[in-house]
């Protein structure tokens, strides 16, 4: 049995233990697992290269932990309730037995089609148990994953494919989305126009919707599993191997390729979800990420299977066919805890309480979420009508880099408070420096949030550059691990996340770049320059605000402000669409030439003074016509 926390004075003990003796502490935990040959070292490290191991020379195989070893004791136990986004279609149940069968037949596909050891394979999918199936696969072959949202466009998907190299796209032929009918092949097609790499890609039919497929490249999921049945043994894989790549955005222009290895991600994961979620044998798990995202890959996926737990996978959206589909599922399927994000929480609020009714939501024992700082008004909300009062609320702080839960409470024995993460889980060990590195000791001390140890799921490197790795995450400030956020630490020592501190925006707990946001609308050829900030959005937590210097002479300001948003949708993805877009003739830029971005910051957030020192700007005017033109406009 793995470790589980089960008392206060038990967390403090364990966080005590991991923090005097870590080697001893994750050592423990990692012997709970199933390795094909033992760990030399639990940890070497540096934070300057930064170069970090766990489990060092240890060989392992994840899908043995999350399959082959739930065989001999739960066999017939449900790994997956699949709920499809149509509430008429029949839902699915696989069992641990079935799982196992499905995801060596497709490893077996996936060596029949020429993946091997080290090959990247990108996988975009609706939420299907195909979607954890491929991922399964491929970390049964030692190929690696990685995972793009299907909501992302073409251009984008062409881009994670070129840095990785893939070799293989695994895709459906359309997505259901509530009323929505997405086409999904054809993103692919467009896609590889502007690849090299890829030489497989195997579609799976979901939606029936009419797909071109090229000879020699494009096969049918169903057609190319065909004889593939019966056992593939696991790959011995080295602890530090990779597992998946998945990309994020960070302050510059181009999304990161963030890497995660094998070893310390699988002892990570399940220790997190069995502690924080205090999950146990019988419980139904429910997070309603999309596997698209870390949170789906960590407490969908990996987290649960190697728990060895029931879990389900929802095809859909929280307001289809209408606002109170969350509820429904989790009365359908008796779900105990249950993960969502701030955004879901603020937009099905919105709705009242009256879809609600009806449903009885009393299998309910831990609610959480994940993404963004809750508010407290919605925290009050979800506890008093989703959790009726009586269910712990696990607000969880985390990071694709970190690839788990690192600082929240375990749920029903930390105490917790509105809109606080609380405290860190064993084995993690933050620190807050100011702007100039020093540590702010003890309690009621604000600034950024850093890492002083390594935790077994941080990530090893950013694809293809580790220089970028250092750059970003250790170079701020040396011997840490930067997280980008600011914190607040209380008079009782619990943690409040105040969000970014870098020109990353939070939009509905998506991660946006402002950079990668203004090269998107820049590509209009009408657009000269722009500028992109958040502000307070009620519903998304952070809504997207552009200033855009553009020539108007042949077209109307609503035209051109359409346009732009189709730009950054065609680009990126609707996901990262402007959500106000306003035309200006000028930026505040610095004599250097630097945009004053907290100017733009609080103009967006509808203030219209106390703008601090602005005796830099080259041309003061230029902010006195902006608040104009945002008057107007409010
Ligand atoms: C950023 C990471 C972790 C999975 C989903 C997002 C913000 C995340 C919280 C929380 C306040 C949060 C941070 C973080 N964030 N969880 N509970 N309270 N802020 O992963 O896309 O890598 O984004 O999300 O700003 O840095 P991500």
């Given at each position: 049995m793995n470790l589980k926390i089960q008392t206060l004075s038990g967390y403090f003990h364990e966080y005590q233990k991991s923090v005097l003796e870590p080697e001893k502490f994750w050592g423990r935990i990692a012997e709970t697992f199933h390795w094909k040959k033992k760990w030399d070292n639990v940890v070497d490290w540096n934070f300057e290269e930064p170069s970090v191991k766990w489990f060092v020379n240890g060989k392992m195989n994840i899908t043995e932990n999350m399959l082959d070893r739930h065989l001999f004791t739960s066999a017939d136990k449900t790994a997956i309730l699949w709920e499809p986004n149509d509430p008429n279609e029949a839902h699915r149940t696989i069992t641990y037995q079935e799982l196992y069968d499905l995801v060596c037949q497709f490893s077996n596909t996936l060596k029949a089609q020429g993946v091997e050891k080290g090959d990247r394979v990108i996988i975009y999918m609706p939420m299907v148990p195909e979607a954890a199936i491929a991922m399964m696969a491929c970390a049964r072959i030692g190929a690696v994953h990685s995972v793009v949202f299907a909501g992302f466009s073409s251009t984008a998907l062409a881009d994670r494919i070129n840095d990785c190299q893939a070799k293989m796209v695994i895709t459906s032929d359309g997505n259901f989305r509530g009323a929505k009918k997405i086409p999904v092949k054809s993103v692919v097609d467009e896609a590889l126009e502007n690849t090299t790499s890829v030489e497989k890609v195997i579609t799976l039919k979901r939606t029936g919707e009419e797909v071109t497929m090229k000879e020699g490249r494009d096969l049918w999921w169903h057609e190319a599993i065909q004889g593939n049945e019966g056992p593939c043994p696991a790959e011995a894989m080295d602890s530090e191997d990779m597992l998946f790549i998945l990309y994020t955005s960070g302050s510059t222009g181009k999304p990161k390729g963030v890497v995660h290895t094998c070893g310390g991600y699988m002892v990570y994961t399940h220790f997190t979800f069995t502690n924080v979620f205090q999950y146990q044998a019988d419980d139904i798990f429910w997070c309603s990420?999309?596997?698209?995202w870390i949170t789906g890959h960590s407490y969908i996926v990996y987290g649960p299977l190697l728990a060895g737990a029931s879990m389900v996978m929802f095809e859909?959206?929280?307001?289809?066919?209408?606002?109170?589909r969350f509820w429904q599922v989790i009365d359908k399927y008796k779900v105990n805890q249950f993960y969502t994000a701030p955004t879901a929480i603020r937009a099905l609020q919105a709705f009242g309480q009256e879809p609600l009714e009806g449903y009885s939501l009393s299998s309910l024992k831990v609610l959480g979420t994940v993404g963004e700082p809750i508010n407290e008004e919605a925290w009050h909300w979800y506890h008093a009508f989703?959790?009726?009062?009586?269910c712990p609320i696990v607000d969880t702080w985390w990071q694709t880099e970190t690839g788990g839960i690192m600082i929240?409470?375990?749920?029903?024995i930390t105490p917790t408070k509105p809109s606080y993460a609380t405290l860190p889980l064993p084995g993690i060990q933050l620190t807050i420096l100011d702007d100039q590195g020093n540590e702010l000791k003890g309690n009621s001390v604000e600034g950024n949030l850093c890492v002083k140890f390594p935790w077994p799921s941080m990530l090893r490197t950013t694809y293809g550059d580790h220089d970028r790795c250092k750059q970003v995450?250790?170079?701020?400030?040396?011997g840490y691990y930067f997280t980008g956020d600011g914190v607040k630490r209380d008079e009782d020592g619990y943690y409040r996340i105040l969000g970014r501190v870098d020109d990353v925006i939070n939009v509905s707990g998506h991660r946006m770049g402002t950079a990668e946001v203004e090269n998107a609308i820049n590509e209009h050829p009408k657009v000269v320059e722009s500028a992109v900030v958040g502000y307070d959005h009620e519903i998304k937590g952070q809504g997207i605000y552009a200033y855009v210097i553009a020539d108007t002479t042949d077209r109307t300001e609503e035209n051109l402000i359409k346009e732009i948003k189709l730009t950054v949708s065609n680009i990126i993805g609707p996901i990262a669409r402007p959500d106000k877009i306003q035309i200006v003739t000028g930026l505040p830029k610095t004599r250097s030439g630097k945009i004053m971005r907290r100017i733009l910051r609080k103009i967006a957030n509808g203030e219209v003074s106390n703008f601090g020192d602005t005796s830099t700007l080259l041309d003061p005017s230029v902010v006195d016509q902006i608040i104009e033109g945002a008057l107007q406009k409010a």
């Open positions: 990420a999309d596997v698209g859909g959206v929280p307001t289809y066919p209408g606002p109170d989703v959790g009726k009062g009586k929240s409470p375990i749920a029903g995450y250790f170079s701020m400030f040396k």
